[in-house]
């Protein structure tokens, strides 16, 4: 399942980084982070969904991708976004 219209609009406001950012990378990351929970959520109920396992696996892949990206550009904007998402433990 996608996220809704509304959700989405909630997940870009907090974390853009001007008024109308809508693809920087911390944006991407955080609806990456945003649709791997509901679906970690899903698995907890449905263990045996591989077919959805198999796209989580993608959108985890994806957002270790863009992660990497950031870490490498600007340290600083990686650090603040990994707080901000609590991402790392």
Avoid: C, W
């Amino acid at each position: 399942m996608t996220l809704s219209k509304m959700e989405k609009t909630n997940v870009i406001a907090g974390v853009r980084t001007h008024a109308s950012d809508t693809g920087s990378p911390e944006v991407q990351v955080a609806i990456l982070s945003e649709r791997i929970g509901y679906l970690t959520e899903h698995f907890k109920t449905h263990t045996k969904d591989h077919h959805s396992r198999q796209g989580l696996m993608k959108l985890v892949g994806q957002r270790r991708r863009l992660l990497d990206y950031l870490k490498k550009k600007d340290l600083k904007r990686y650090r603040v976004l990994i707080e901000k998402l609590g991402i790392r433990k």
